[in-house]
């Protein structure tokens, strides 16, 4: 009862035309709530008691404002003063702000439909396996001649493993499907490393380290062939100035 008290509609101007002819004609405790809102004198309001269009609604199906609408000069119609007719264009509460409700794409519609159509054919598939496997047990028992007893608790035996092995396979199909999305982490990029005093510059190319060699101001000759013959090779090296002595002479 109090939130239909405190419950407001829109005071649409075609809704203050019907109303204007009934302050002489209403109850007074019923007019004194209604004047207010024809008021000229005041601001025009912008919306108006849901309880007090009730109350109104009431008056007009009695005998005495049925009497009171007729005997009026227009001969006003005492329909027009239902609650339907009253609230026909307005707006309920257009002061009050509702929560905000999301309103989901077509497109996730048609995958939630997908999804559904999925876990319905899971559904049917796991039965008919449960179905098949009992029956084809019921059918190989009875092929070795065996007895119904023994026929139909082998048949439930193999039934029951493959409904509690359907049951598991479903259980984790349909905890992925509900699961959260796959993120895939990339690397960052690597940024150069700063040089400070003393220090050469480090940067990291494909994973590999490279390091850029400080200039020292002296500038160093072509390695030879004799120097780059490795000290544990001795006799290589005097090969090679041999033949060389005997190109200069």
Do not use: C
Request: net charge neutral.
């Amino acid at each position: 009862m109090s939130s239909e008290s405190e419950l407001t509609v829109s005071l649409e101007p075609h809704l203050v035309d019907v109303l204007k002819p009934l302050p002489h004609l209403l109850p007074a405790s019923i007019s004194s709530r209604l004047s207010p809102f024809l008021s000229d004198d005041s601001l025009p309001a912008s919306t108006i008691p849901y309880a007090l269009l009730s109350a109104i609604s009431s008056w007009s199906r009695s005998a005495e404002g049925t009497r009171a609408l007729q005997e009026h000069s227009t001969s006003l119609k005492p329909s027009d003063y239902s609650m339907i007719a009253l609230l026909a264009g307005t707006r309920t509460s257009p002061d009050k702000k509702f929560p905000h409700i999301p309103v989901r794409s077509p497109l996730e519609d048609a995958q939630r439909e997908v999804s559904d159509r999925r876990a319905v054919v899971a559904i049917v598939n796991a039965l008919l396996s449960i179905g098949g496997s009992g029956a084809a047990t019921w059918w190989a028992a009875g092929r070795l001649a065996w007895k119904d007893e023994w026929k139909v608790l082998f048949a439930l035996l193999v039934a029951t493993v493959v409904a509690i092995s359907e049951a598991i396979l479903y259980m984790i199909w349909d905890a992925r499907r509900s699961g959260r999305p796959l993120i895939v982490r990339t690397k960052p990029p690597v940024q150069p490393a700063k040089k400070t005093d003393g220090d050469t510059p480090v940067a990291e190319e494909g994973g590999l380290e490279v390091k850029a060699v400080a200039s020292t101001g002296t500038s160093t000759a072509t390695p030879t062939l004799e120097d780059r013959i490795q000290p544990h090779q001795p006799h290589i090296r005097e090969r090679g100035l041999a033949v060389k002595l005997d190109v200069e002479e």
